[in-house]
Nanobody, 122 residues
Framework: QVQLVESGGGLVQAGGSLRLSCVCP????????MGWFRQAPGKEREFVSA??????TTQYQDSVKGRFTISRDRAEVYLQMNSLKPEDTAVYYC?????????????????WGQGTQVTVSS
């Protein structure tokens, strides 16, 4: 079982920025798409953003478009979050896909991190 490791979460005021990082400790991740999901209390885990293995294709949830940017360097993936809103508060999870393309579907992801808390105060 591969465990991804996230970092960079924290407490920030509305309008602020955070940068999440994720490391996949296995070379396999370099050939796979990677993504970010989030889960707020009492809600389902939802897709946030994904990136292809080459980094040339990205996808975003509509609510974060123009505010969040996903990028990667081989087996490391980042999520730059700007103009944060209180509704962005959640535990953010990094995941590695079974396929090379960027994908939104949660069932396509095989490896997950333990999550990092992001809290945005109003």
């Amino acid at each position: 079982q591969v465990q991804l490791v996230e970092s960079g979460g924290g407490l920030v005021q509305a309008g602020g920025s955070l940068r999440l990082s994720c490391v996949c400790p296995r070379r396999t991740c370099t050939n796979n798409g990677m993504g970010w999901f989030r889960q707020a209390p009492g809600k389902e885990r939802e897709f946030v953003s994904a990136i292809s293995w080459k980094g040339d294709t990205t996808q975003y949830q509509d609510s974060v478009k123009g505010r969040f940017t996903i990028s990667r360097d081989r087996a490391e993936v980042y999520l730059q979050m700007n103009s944060l809103k209180p509704e962005d508060t959640a535990v953010y999870y990094c995941a590695a896909s079974r396929q090379a393309a960027a994908t939104r579907a949660r069932e396509n992801y095989q490896y997950w991190g333990q999550g990092t808390q992001v809290t945005v105060s109003s």
